[in-house]
């Protein structure tokens, strides 16, 4: 251990001392940069096991060649697109939407490793990985590894690390240090992961992985904020991780999220694929603003009721008719429902707030239930078998409407000081309209492309449509 310590000491001195003799000597950043790489024991290290077929491999120095990203957004790391930050250098961009066979590592100017990107094709095993053990940032994506296992408990400095479809593995050791805060695991095939229990500063957990054990230790986790996890036979208790702003849940029994109405700080919700009947009966947290749930097998779906602070909800493929599972929410002004089974919106007056209603590929042919919606404003009906929209000339607020592709053949006569601004009416049967009913939508910007009436027009006219 002291040897270790003495060489480390020792390591620092020398790019010091490089960098101060370079800044003497008024050598370049390149030759600084070139000078601190060939001393540095973490090339030494990479290079001794590294094969010319494994990708093209560079190195920069922090400030000298290279430098990092701006660190992801809060909205980014959020919609599961980016945690960790790439590498610039030689005017290219490493470890952001790579689609070449290239590693690249990013040393400070004592000469470990800072951040560490690994990108399409490239190869590495676990040699490499101990290698860089100092490295603060580690994004390994879509690359070949020679080896079942990433084992990472060495590392004493990382914050964020990104392990996305890489060949072979099958279990990743996090470190013993606990240093974590960030992590994103894109692997199916994954078996095991460790280790999760000591990262105590984990605000933000991605995985895919939804066969691997050691997720229950995350149980009473205090510091993770974000969680999207999918999950097959585990014994996550997501109702004790009481710090959670968000969460995206696939998969789940019954026994994972049956305490979710512990939550107190919930505030985003993403439901998807549930098959367990028992999930029916899960009462959500009252802090909840929006919720979006998406394929839902029939007698699974949670009832969604007397959430005051809900604003936004959102179903996509469910079996059961959602707006019987709805009531008592009287802050929402957003309701999408797409690719279901909602033959009429009876039930949606239990939303008189809404504002946004979209109904989209869910085979509606009656919505005149909206007729009791006195607030909605922009409306979006459409792929469906809708031949009746007179309810519109009752909507005192509407805005916008969108009611294309449905089997439309008549247009209602608007009522004066309505407030319509646009509607589209396209792909729809529509041979003619009423020139009464048509002096009633003057003010409307209107759209009829693909309609019997659109092609019936002259040029002239057809700009109007």
Excluded: C
């Excluded at 000591?198 to 986790?221: C, H, M, P, W, Y």
């Excluded at 994972?256 to 505030?267: A, E, Q, S, T, V």
């Excluded at 009913?437 to 009829?448: E, G, H, I």
């Amino acid at each position: 251990m002291k040897l270790v310590k003495r060489g480390y000491v020792f390591l620092t001195a020398l790019s010091l001392y490089i960098v101060m003799a370079g800044q003497a000597l008024a050598l370049t950043a390149q030759q600084q940069a070139e000078a601190i790489i060939q001393a540095s024991p973490v090339v030494q290290k990479i290079k001794q096991n590294f094969k010319p077929e494994y990708g093209n491999l560079s190195f920069f120095v922090e400030g000298l060649t290279g430098k990092l990203s701006k660190l992801p957004s809060l909205e980014s790391e959020r919609k599961r697109s980016a945690i960790t930050p790439s590498i610039i250098g030689d005017d290219e961009q490493y470890g952001a939407t790579g689609s070449l066979s290239r590693i690249a590592v990013l040393l400070d100017q004592q000469g470990q490793a800072l951040n560490v990107t690994v990108e399409q094709y490239a190869t590495i095993s676990a040699k490499f990985i101990s290698a860089i053990s100092d490295a603060k940032y580690l994004h390994l994506r879509d690359a070949r590894y020679l080896d079942s296992s990433i084992d990472l408990s060495a590392f004493s400095n990382l914050e964020r690390v990104t392990i996305a479809f890489l060949d072979n593995v099958q279990q990743v050791i996090l470190p013993q240090s606990g240093s974590v805060e960030k992590i994103n695991i894109h692997q199916t095939e994954l078996r095991h992961i460790s280790n999760l229990g000591l990262q105590k500063n984990l605000d933000v957990f991605i995985s895919t992985a939804e066969n691997a054990r050691g997720f229950d230790e995350l149980n009473g986790n205090q510091s993770l904020e974000y969680l999207s996890i999918e999950l097959s036979k585990s014994d996550l208790d997501i109702g004790s991780l009481t710090n959670l702003e968000k969460l995206w849940v696939t998969g789940p029994e019954y026994k994972n999220i049956k305490n979710i109405d512990k939550l107190g700080k919930l505030k985003n919700l993403i439901m998807e694929d549930f098959t367990d009947k028992k999930l029916s009966g899960v009462i959500l947290p009252k802090s909840i603003e929006t919720i979006s749930i998406y394929n839902i097998a029939k007698g699974s779906l949670p009832q969604i009721r007397s959430l005051s602070s809900l604003k936004r909800l959102a179903f996509k493929s469910i079996e059961d008719n959602m707006l019987k599972n709805v009531e008592d929410l009287p802050s929402l002004q957003e309701l999408l429902i797409t690719y279901s089974n909602l033959p009429t919106l009876n039930g949606i007056e239990k939303l008189p707030s809404l504002k946004d209603l979209t109904v989209k590929k869910s085979g509606t042919i009656d919505i005149s239930a909206i007729e009791a919606l006195h607030h909605l404003e922009n409306l979006q009906i459409t792929e469906n078998y809708l031949d009746d929209i007179s309810v519109i000339a009752k909507l005192p607020k509407l805005v916008y409407a969108d009611a294309s592709y449905n089997q439309l053949k008549v247009l209602p006569k608007l009522q004066p000081g309505n407030h319509l601004e646009s509607f589209v009416f396209s792909d729809n049967p529509i041979e003619t309209i009423d020139p009464e009913v048509l002096k009633t939508y003057s003010k409307v910007s209107k759209r009829a492309y693909r309609t019997p009436f659109y092609q019936s027009l002259t040029r002239k006219q057809q700009l109007y449509f």
